[in-house]
């Protein structure tokens, strides 16, 4: 398990935002406080609930990269997250021993039919 904290950057249609983020290999999504998200216009997709809170999509800058992320609309005081899924799609790893992101090395399987 990663656990360790980086700045993220949250994009929505009213602007953006920068926040110091548990790294938690543990989680799937990001989870930040719904205040924020809401603030910058990230809205829930289909009011779908995720163990109790609201699912959305925003933007997010990670490491000089720009990608989608699902995010979690949290409780005011829940500490911001970065999960397995926004890690993933930044195509990251965790270094454990020196609690960094890294590139994370992907293999091309071909298959014959």
């Known amino acids: 398990m990663g656990t360790f904290f980086r700045p993220i950057t949250l994009i929505g249609p009213n602007g953006h935002e920068t926040l110091g983020a548990l790294v938690d290999t543990d989680s799937m999504f990001a989870r930040f406080p719904a205040t924020i998200l809401e603030g910058l216009g990230v809205q829930p997709l289909d009011r779908r609930r995720f163990h109790g809170s609201f699912v959305g999509q925003a933007e997010a800058f990670l490491r000089g990269e720009q990608a989608h992320i699902m995010v ?39 298959h014959a039919y």
């Open 72 to 110: 979690l609309f949290g409780a005011e005081d829940d500490q911001p997250v970065i999960g397995r899924y926004t890690l993933d799609s930044f195509v990251l790893d965790v270094d454990e021993t020196s609690g960094k992101l890294v590139a994370k090395i992907l293999l091309m399987i071909e």
